[in-house]
C-alpha cells in the first residue's frame, strides 16, 4: 500500500493540532475509522473522527478554553463535534456497549482503544491512527482492506442484532470496498434477520438504500438484497438488471425498484417519508399498454425532470410484463427519448385550437409551423394562449 506518500491528506495541520491538544492535557487521542480505512486504501478522505480517553465533558473544556467551538452532538453516547478552522470533527469516548438497540445503545466509557474497537462493525472500520502515522489494527483490518473482503468483527449475528442497518450497510461495503465478494455464511444470517429491519427508521433505511443505488455498479449488487426488498417493499424482481448502461440517479433507481412493487403506492408512500420527487414519481400513470403515441401524450403533461425517468420505465415495465421484446423495447426507447429531446414536446398548442378558422390544411401548417417558430424563440415561454393569439395575427396576414 502506498498510503504513506498521501498521509499528509489525513495528518493535516488541524487534525494533528487537535491530537496535540487532547495530548497536551494528558489524554490519548487517535483518528478512527472511515478514514483510516479510506487513506490505506488510496481513496478520498471526507469527515475525520477521533477517538479519545477523555470524557465528553473534558473535550468541551479543553475546547471552550482556546475558544473553539464545540456542539454536544452526542453527548450520551460520548461523542462531541468541534469547530476548528470552520471544519466540523466528532471527537469520541472510548466505549463499549453495554446494551444495543440500534442508535439507542446504552454505553459504558472505557480507557482501552482494543475494548471500543469490538463494538465496531467491521473490520476495515476499526483501524486506529495516531498523530505519528502509527496505525492500529486489533481485527486484521489491513490484511481484509488487501484481500478487498469486508468481515464483521467477531459474529456477525452479534454484530447484526446490535443494530439491524448493518444489513443495509454489509451490501453497501461489498459493492464499495469488497468488489462484490460475498460471504455465504453472512448471507444466510442476514436473510435470517431480514424481519428485523422493519424496526429500523425509515429515514435511516432510505438514506443508507440511497448511499447504495449512488454507486454506478450497484445493478450488481440488487439481486443480492431482493429478499430484503421484498421485506421492505415488497419487490420480488430487478428492474435494474435491464438498464445496466442507462444513466439513473439513485433516487430514479429507488423509484424503479418501487414501481415494481406488490404494495399499494398510497400505503408505501404513508409508511416511509418519501421526498416529493419520490412521491412524483412513483404516481407517474401507469394503467396503459406500451403504445408510443399512447406514452408520447403522457410525457406532455409530465414534469420535464420526469420524463426520462418514465421512459426507462415505460419500457422495462413492457418488457416485465412480456408486452414486448427486448429489441422492441430497444426502438421504442429510442424513439421516446428522441421526442423528449426534441422541441415538438413542450410545445401544447394544437391545431384544434384554430380550428374555428377552417383553414385549408397548407394554410394550417403553414400557421402552425410560424406560430412554434415565435414560441421556440420566446425560450418556449409562451402559453397556448398566448400562441392562439401569435396564430389570430398569422391568420390575418393570410387575409
Known amino acids: ?3 504513506k506518500e498521501k498521509i499528509s491528506d489525513l495528518l493535516t495541520d488541524d487534525v494533528i493540532s487537535l491530537l496535540k491538544t487532547i495530548e497536551n492535557n494528558g489524554y490519548e487521542a487517535r483518528i478512527v475509522g472511515g478514514s483510516v480505512r479510506n487513506l490505506l486504501l488510496e481513496m478520498p478522505i471526507s469527515d475525520v473522527d477521533i477517538a479519545t480517553t477523555a470524557l465528553p465533558n473534558e473535550i468541551i473544556k479543553i475546547f471552550e478554553k482556546k475558544d473553539v467551538k464545540v456542539i454536544p452532538s452526542g453527548v450520551n453516547h460520548g461523542t462531541v463535534t468541534v469547530v476548528y478552522n470552520k471544519k466540523g470533527y466528532e471527537i469520541t469516548t472510548l466505549r463499549e456497549d453495554i446494551e444495543t438497540f440500534g442508535r439507542k445503545a446504552k454505553v ?4 482501552s482503544f482494543e475494548t471500543d474497537s469490538n463494538r465496531r462493525d467491521f473490520t476495515i472500520n476499526a483501524l486506529y491512527m495516531d498523530r505519528n502515522g502509527k496505525i492500529y489494527d486489533y481485527h486484521n483490518g489491513i490484511s481484509d482492506i488487501t484481500e478487498k473482503k469486508v468481515c464483521f468483527i467477531g459474529d456477525c449475528r452479534t454484530r447484526i ?3 439491524y442497518l448493518r444489513i443495509l450497510r454489509y451490501f453497501r461495503f461489498v459493492a464499495y470496498y469488497g468488489e462484490f465478494k460475498f460471504d455465504r455464511e453472512y448471507l444466510a444470517v442476514i436473510y435470517d434477520l431480514k424481519r428485523n429491519i422493519l ?6 433505511i432510505l438514506s443508507e438504500l440511497l448511499k447504495i443505488l449512488e454507486l454506478d455498479h450497484s445493478y450488481k449488487i440488487v439481486p443480492y438484497m431482493l429478499p430484503i426488498l421484498d421485506e421492505l417493499f415488497s419487490i420480488k424482481c430487478d428492474p435494474l438488471e435491464l438498464c445496466i448502461n442507462i444513466k439513473l440517479s439513485a433516487i430514479e433507481k429507488l423509484c424503479l425498484l418501487l414501481k415494481f412493487s406488490e404494495c399499494d403506492f398510497g400505503e408505501l408512500i404513508k409508511r416511509y417519508k418519501f421526498s416529493k ?5 412513483l404516481l407517474l400513470e401507469g394503467n396503459f399498454h406500451a403504445s408510443i403515441n399512447v406514452a408520447k401524450k403522457y410525457l406532455k403533461k409530465i414534469h420535464k425532470n420526469d420524463r426520462k425517468f418514465f421512459v426507462i420505465w415505460f419500457v422495462i415495465r413492457g418488457i416485465i410484463s412480456n408486452e414486448i421484446s427486448k429489441i422492441e423495447a430497444t426502438k421504442i426507447q429510442n424513439k421516446l427519448m428522441d421526442f423528449i429531446n426534441s422541441e415538438y414536446v413542450d410545445f401544447n398548442f394544437r391545431a384544434s385550437d384554430i ?3 377552417n383553414l385549408s390544411e397548407s394554410n394550417l401548417q403553414k400557421i402552425m409551423m410560424q406560430t412554434k417558430a415565435v414560441w421556440i424563440s420566446s425560450n418556449k ?3 397556448v394562449k398566448d400562441c392562439k393569439k401569435i396564430a389570430e395575427n398569422f391568420i390575418k396576414s393570410l387575409e
Open 1 to 3: 500500500m502506498g498510503y
Open 161 to 163: 442484532t446490535e443494530d
Open 199 to 204: 424496526t429500523l427508521s425509515s429515514e435511516r
Open 381 to 383: 415561454n409562451f402559453s
Open 108 to 111: 459504558s466509557f472505557s480507557k
Open 277 to 281: 420527487k419520490i412521491k412524483r414519481l
Open 355 to 357: 380550428a374555428e378558422y
